[in-house]
């Protein structure tokens, strides 16, 4: 079947503008997860969905950003006003599972690089 | 958090020689013990994982071992292939709900 995508692949913002990336989880994935990597770096994550439900949202570096899961497979990561650090590729991963049993396989999508100028 | 180290940092090797790569971690109750591969413009791929109740695990040519009592776990690869090169990430997991990503080894295999 279909893996997790990712919407846009690429995005080029300016300074201040507001964009959202989309993710498509794998169909039946309770658990969805936000990580931000940056160039030469590993993931790091930004936010988790139990469902519809965000359960942790600690790893968000400010409130200029923003996930929702409204019915429980899409989601939508929101960054308002972009700032130049905000540039990293911005990956999504599903899990069949609930994210606290430990031993559940996440699968990625392809990941949105954003740019920002 | 977890505080996680992979070393080497880059890695070349030629084609049907062995690799491999060892991942530290500080968490004592991190009980999941995965490996990742990244190729370039496409997401981390699970390529084998261990839990914290077994010592060694293989998988074809890719094995990974674990050491509890010196937090560290170690990536094996033998017979390397051009198609191993990618950049690997070791992400120790405790109860919590995300993986704790290392710094990453680049992999290149000199055919």
């Known amino acids: 079947g279909a893996g997790v995508s990712q919407s846009p692949r690429y995005k080029v913002a300016k300074r201040g503008q507001d964009v959202a990336l989309r993710c498509d989880p794998i169909s039946g994935h309770v658990s969805l997860f936000w990580y931000q990597q940056a160039l030469g770096q590993g993931p790091e994550f930004l936010t988790y969905f139990q469902n519809e439900a965000q359960l942790d949202k600690s790893g968000l570096p400010s409130d200029r950003f923003f996930a929702e899961r409204p019915e429980g497979s899409v989601s939508t990561l929101k960054i308002q006003r972009t700032q130049q650090e905000d540039s990293a590729v911005y990956l999504c991963a599903s899990s069949l599972a609930l994210g606290l049993e430990s031993y559940n396989e996440q699968f990625f999508g392809p990941g949105t690089r954003l740019t920002v100028l | 958090g977890e505080n996680v180290e992979q070393h080497p940092s880059t890695l070349s090797v030629q084609e049907g020689d062995s690799a491999v790569i060892k991942c530290t971690y500080s968490?004592?109750?991190?009980?999941?013990f995965p490996w990742y591969k990244q190729e370039l413009g496409k997401g981390p791929q699970l390529i084998i994982d261990?839990?914290?109740?077994?010592g060694e695990k293989k998988d074809q040519r890719i094995a990974v071992t674990l050491n509890k009592t010196a937090k560290h776990f170690s990536l094996h690869i033998t017979e390397t292939q051009p198609e191993d090169s990618a950049v690997y990430f070791c992400a120790p997991k405790t109860g919590a709900n995300n993986l704790f990503f290392g710094t990453g080894t680049r992999l290149t295999v000199i055919p």
């Open positions: 968490d004592s109750a991190s009980n999941y």
């Open positions: 261990i839990r914290s109740n077994v």
